[in-house]
Each structure stands twice: as structure tokens, then as C-alpha cells.
């Protein structure tokens, strides 16, 4: 899925989902000819526990890991 359709479906941001993207806590699944990022179908419930956990006051250093 695009990133715009992944951020309706999270209720994230694109921004966000950008910068979870490029830290290397939600995983590209390729990109588009046009260079447009496209997320696997786990990219939901993965961008749902970084904000949770994100939330809940974890590091992305510790959600990494």
C-alpha cells in the first residue's frame, strides 16, 4: 500500500510515517517507479505498536531493538 493510504488506515501522519520509515522502525516493501514508498500489509499493525509504544514513553533506540 501507498504511504497516504497507510496513514489514513494508522492515523498517523505521512510525516511520521516517513520518519518511522527512514529510523528503520516500519520496513519498505519496494518502491514505485516514481520512487513513492509501498508498505507491506504488516505496516499497519507495526505503525500502530511504534505509536503505542512511542506513547507509553519507549525510545526509538529501545523500539528498534
Known sequence: MMIGELAVRTKL???T???YADEGLLP???RTAAG???F???AVA???LVRTL???GVGLDD???
Open 54 to 56: 512511542r506513547e507509553l
Open 17 to 19: 510515517l516517513r520518519f
Open 28 to 30: 519498505v516493501t519496494g
Open 40 to 42: 507491506g500489509p504488516d
Open 63 to 65: 523500539i528498534k531493538r
Open 36 to 38: 513513492y514508498r509501498v
Open 13 to 15: 501522519s505521512v510525516r
Open 46 to 48: 507495526r505503525a500502530r
